[in-house]
């Protein structure tokens, strides 16, 4: 479930921001790349 809210941030980001690639916002694509494990190590 938690990887289908990561996808669903993904393809948001590719809509909201269309005319950039996730690739050219490191910050942002950093941070979706750790939101899943952070999540992780707080419900844990």
């Known amino acids: 479930m938690l990887f289908d809210l990561f996808v669903n941030f993904e393809i948001l980001g590719r809509i909201h921001f269309?005319?950039?690639?996730m690739?050219?916002?490191?910050l942002i694509?950093?941070?979706f790349t750790?939101?899943?494990?952070?999540?992780n190590l707080t419900l844990s």
Request: hydrophobic share 35%; proline share 18%.
């Open 18 to 21: 269309p005319e950039k690639s």
């Open 23 to 26: 690739e050219s916002m490191p």
């Open 34 to 39: 750790l939101f899943p494990y952070i999540y």
């Open 29 to 31: 694509r950093l941070f």
